[in-house]
């Protein structure tokens, strides 16, 4: 009995370590669409379809080495002709300890059209059954944010943020770490120990400008809610209420 019950124990941390390294609905390692400081183990191969009202959304997301992710990204937007391919890196900075969460940095679109351009720095703690998130964003990830730019500190070139990539393709340094604003986004997820389910709350200050200018809707809430569903084979299922106005679903 004891062995079993040892076993058992075994087979819950991997599910537990697991339940906080599954995809976002941009294919990176995060809740619903925000980033997380989580990797996934060194080598590991992850394909994602994320539908919602605005996009179908698919990626390729590959653990290069234990410090660097980086996905590819293919987007249709649903109420016009656009698709949109970009690639995102996120560079781990620094494990957890028992004391300090760990931090990666990244960048969203680094040779796109600027479409989903945002870069950020991230921290995440495990407090229990929780995992805790909290974030700094640039980009569409700044929001509407009235916080200034900390990196205008270090260079005046900060300040200007480029978004014109034309067809993309080119690596887009105009426009990292870049703009007069940065904000907050953060939340976390609880993993329920009985079965194999996430519980997932997000803040994602994206105000969807890029939509909006071409008729697109405007998100009720920064607030987003969603379930995540675990298999042994590997697969995750998300169910997502997003913005407080369309439903998502993420495997």
């Known amino acids: 009995m004891t062995c079993h019950r040892a076993l058992l124990c075994f087979f819950c941390s991997l599910l537990l370590n697991y339940q906080s390294t599954y995809s976002s609905d941009f294919g990176t390692v995060g809740l619903i669409d925000i980033p997380t400081a989580r990797m996934s183990d060194d080598g590991t191969l992850k394909t994602t ?6 996009t179908n959304s698919y990626s390729i997301t590959y653990q290069a080495m234990p410090w660097l992710e980086g996905t590819f990204r293919y987007t249709g937007y649903n109420d016009w002709f656009l698709y949109d391919r970009n690639y ?11 004391y300090f969460p ?9 040779v796109g059209t600027g479409v989903v351009g945002a870069e950020y720095i991230v921290a995440s703690k495990k407090i229990n059954d929780f995992d805790l998130t909290l974030g700094m964003g640039w980009g569409r990830l700044a929001g ?13 070139s900060f300040k200007e943020r480029n978004t014109d990539f034309g067809l ?14 940065a ?29 909006i200018e071409r008729g697109g809707q405007k998100p009720e809430s920064p607030i987003s809610m969603g379930v995540k569903w675990y298999t042994a084979s590997g697969l995750a299922f998300t169910l997502s209420h997003q913005h ?8």
């Open 102 to 110: 760990q931090i990666a940095v990244g960048i969203r679109d680094m």
């Open 144 to 156: 509407n944010s009235n916080i200034e730019n900390p990196l205008i500190l270090v260079s005046d």
């Open 244 to 251: 407080k106005q369309e439903w998502g679903i993420e495997v």
């Open 88 to 98: 995102e890196a996120k560079l781990k900075l620094w494990s957890e300890t028992d």
């Open 168 to 181: 993309g393709g080119k690596l887009s340094t105009g426009a990292f770490f870049s703009g007069e604003k």
């Open 183 to 211: 904000g907050f986004f953060g939340g976390m997820s609880y993993n329920v120990n009985s079965i194999p389910l996430s519980l997932i709350l997000e803040y994602n200050p994206d105000q969807y400008d890029f939509e």
């Open 49 to 54: 379809a994320a539908i919602q009202s605005r």
